[in-house]
Nanobody, 115 residues
């Protein structure tokens, strides 16, 4: 069983920055993909960014150039550095890890960007 715990969310003004962290506990040995998704008010949950164990990344077009995903494999931790935040980035952000055919989700953390 894998458990994911997010931290680092909160309220920030437009143009500001936040750094999200997600620590995974449990069996995530071997190849896996960690990532961040978000769900805004009244919207579906969408991909923000993902990163493979080897460091390959993929970003949603809406965050390219502003957000950076990274990971520390020794700590089973994935990060999301969010810069130049916009009000439309307001959402609950979810950490995700895919291990083989299994997908695990964190409980989510709220990020609110005020204009």
């Amino acid at each position: 069983q894998v458990q994911l715990v997010e931290s680092g969310g909160g309220l920030v003004q437009a143009g500001g920055s936040l750094r999200l962290s997600c620590v995974a506990s449990g069996s995530i040995f071997g190849d896996n993909v960690m990532g961040w998704y978000r769900q805004g008010p009244g919207k579906q949950r969408d991909l923000v960014a993902i990163i493979t164990r080897g460091g390959n990344t993929n970003y949603a077009d809406s965050v390219k150039g502003r957000f950076t995903i990274s990971r520390d494999n020794a700590k089973n931790t994935v990060y999301l550095q969010m810069n130049s935040l916009k009000p439309e980035d307001t959402a609950v952000y979810y950490c995700n890890v895919q291990v083989g055919s299994y997908i695990y989700w964190g409980g989510g953390i709220l990020v609110t960007v005020s204009s």
